[in-house]
């Protein structure tokens, strides 16, 4: 499985950008796919994930403003993100893994696939 994230950029505060992972090789529903970003001088965290069932899961950081979705079809996952702050200011990466246990799912050390990461820069 290969991935490849897009859609970073830099945007002021308040302004929304989608993120894509487009996957190529095998990744049907019984992989799970997340994001994760890093900041500078920052640990690597949880942004947001999509179980295998379809069930979503969110930082507290980002709930209510950003979502992930998956194109089945396509073999794309997406991130909308709107009200973006400074703070989000970040390298996202996206992730994939097909043997993920659910209590897992915010530890970016489980994930097997990972992309190469696209900036956000979030201006004040």
């Known amino acids: 499985v290969q991935l490849q994230a897009s859609g970073g950029g830099l945007v002021q505060a308040g302004g929304s950008l989608r993120l894509s992972c487009a996957a190529s090789g095998r990744t049907s529903s019984r992989y799970t796919l997340a994001w994760f970003r890093q900041a500078p001088g920052k640990d690597r965290e949880f942004v947001a994930a999509i179980w295998r069932s379809g069930n979503e899961y969110y930082a507290e950081s980002v709930k209510g403003r950003f979502a992930i979705s998956r194109d089945k079809a396509e073999n794309t996952m997406y991130l909308q993100m709107t009200s973006l702050k400074p703070e989000d200011t970040a390298i996202y990466y996206c992730?994939?893994?097909?043997?993920?246990?659910?209590?897992?799912?915010?530890?970016?050390?489980?994930?097997?696939?990972w992309g190469q990461g696209t900036l956000v820069t979030v201006s004040s």
């Open positions: 992730a994939a893994d097909s043997s993920l246990i659910l209590s897992s799912i915010r530890v970016y050390g489980q994930y097997d696939y």
